[in-house]
C-alpha cells in the first residue's frame, strides 16, 4: 500500500504546475490537473465524434497520465518553438520516475499509456491529442483569446497549431473552431 | 457540438469550487476538479485491492462525474452533521441540469455514473466511495492533519466517517490508514 500512496502523493504536485489560460471567471491560471480531469470528460462527451471508432476508456486513462510529466518538466505553452526534444526527454525522465514509484506491473500500465499518447500513432492517441489541443481555444474563445493577447500569440499561429492534431483525431471538432476562430480574429481575440 | 462546448464550458465552475484541505505545499484550498482527477488515478491504482472486482474504467468515470453537482451546492465537508438530504437534493437538480446541456444518450449516461455513485450500491461505486473518502485523509496525513486542524475535526470523527465506506470498498486501504491514523493520534494532528 505504501508505493501506491507515495505515487499519489506525487501527483499532488501536478496542482501546482500552472499553464497559460485562466479558468473562466478567475484571477488565477489554470493548473495541469484540473486541466486533465476537464479534457477527460470532454473526451467523453465527444467520443461519437472520434475520426475513427476509439476505445473512450483507454482515451480517458491517456488524458488523466498524459501531464504527469509535467512535475519535474513544467508546462509548456504549445506555441513554444524548438527545444520540444529536449523538453520531451525531461517528461519521460520525469514520468519513469514517477510511474516507478508504483509496483511493477501498474508503473509499466500507466508509462505505456503515457508513450502511446507522446507517440500518437493509435486512433486514441489522436483522438486524445485533439481534445488536449482544442481545450485551451474552447477556454481562450470564451476568455476573449486571454492567453492568447497576454502572450502575444497570432490567428496564424492558433490555426497552425490547433488545425493539424484536431482536425486528424476529430474532424467535426475542428470545422466548429474553424468558423469559431474566424469570428474571434473579428473580434480582436488575438495577440501580436 | 455546441451542445457539448456548453458543457465543457459549464464544468469549468468546478475548478472554482473549493474544499477544506490544502495540496501539499500550497497555501490556497484544493479544488473539486483537480481532486476529482486525483482520485481517478488513486482508483487506477489500487484496483487490485477491491473488495470485490470491479469495472475500473466504470469506477473512473463515476469519480469524473462525482462531484459535479456542487457546481451549484457547493462542497460539503464530511464531517458536516445534518442536512444531507437537502444538499443530495440541491447536488440532483445541479448534475439534471448540467447533464441536460448534452445531448440526450451522453447526457443520460453521466447522469446514471453520478446517481450510481450516490447510491452506492455497486461493488464500482463501493469502490469509488472509499477513494473518495481515502484521498483527503491521505493529504491530511501528509499536512499534518491542516483541514482537521482548521476545522476542529478530533480523531474520532475522522473514524466514525472514514472507516465505514474505506472498509467496504477497499479493506486493504483501511487497514493502512487505520495505522497512520492512530500514529497520527499521536502527533496531535487532530482538532477538537
Redesign the interface.
Known amino acids: 500500500?505504501?508505493p501506491?500512496?507515495d505515487?499519489?502523493?506525487e501527483?499532488?504536485?501536478?496542482?501546482?504546475v500552472t499553464r497559460k489560460v485562466r479558468?473562466?471567471?478567475?484571477d488565477r491560471y489554470?493548473?495541469s490537473?484540473?486541466h486533465?480531469?476537464?479534457i477527460?470528460?470532454?473526451a467523453?462527451?465527444?467520443a461519437?465524434?472520434a475520426e475513427s471508432a476509439v476505445d473512450i476508456?483507454r482515451v480517458?486513462?491517456m488524458l488523466?497520465?498524459h501531464d504527469i510529466g509535467e512535475i519535474d518538466a513544467g508546462d509548456t505553452m504549445v506555441f513554444v518553438e524548438g527545444g520540444w526534444e529536449q523538453r520531451k526527454a525531461a517528461e519521460l525522465a520525469s514520468v519513469t520516475r514517477i510511474f516507478g514509484l508504483?509496483p511493477d506491473g501498474?508503473g509499466a500500465a500507466?508509462l505505456a499509456l503515457w508513450k502511446e499518447f507522446e507517440c500518437g500513432e493509435t486512433p486514441e492517441s489522436r483522438f486524445a491529442h485533439s481534445v488536449d489541443r482544442a481545450?485551451p481555444v474552447?477556454?481562450n474563445l470564451?476568455n476573449h483569446g486571454q492567453s492568447w493577447r497576454e502572450n502575444g500569440i497570432s490567428y496564424e499561429r492558433v490555426v497552425r497549431r490547433v488545425e493539424p492534431e484536431v482536425k486528424a483525431g476529430c474532424p467535426?471538432?475542428w470545422?466548429?473552431l474553424r468558423d469559431r476562430l474566424e469570428e474571434a480574429r473579428h473580434q480582436g481575440f488575438f495577440g501580436a
Not at 501527483?11 to 501546482?16: F, G, I, N
Not at 479558468?23 to 478567475?26: E, F, N
Open positions: 500500500m505504501q501506491i500512496v505515487f499519489i502523493l501527483l499532488d504536485k501536478l496542482k501546482a479558468p473562466i471567471g478567475l489554470e493548473n490537473a484540473e486533465s480531469w476537464q477527460a470528460l470532454l467523453a462527451s465527444l461519437g465524434y476508456n480517458i486513462a488523466l497520465v508504483l501498474q500507466f481545450m474552447l477556454l470564451s467535426a471538432l470545422d466548429y
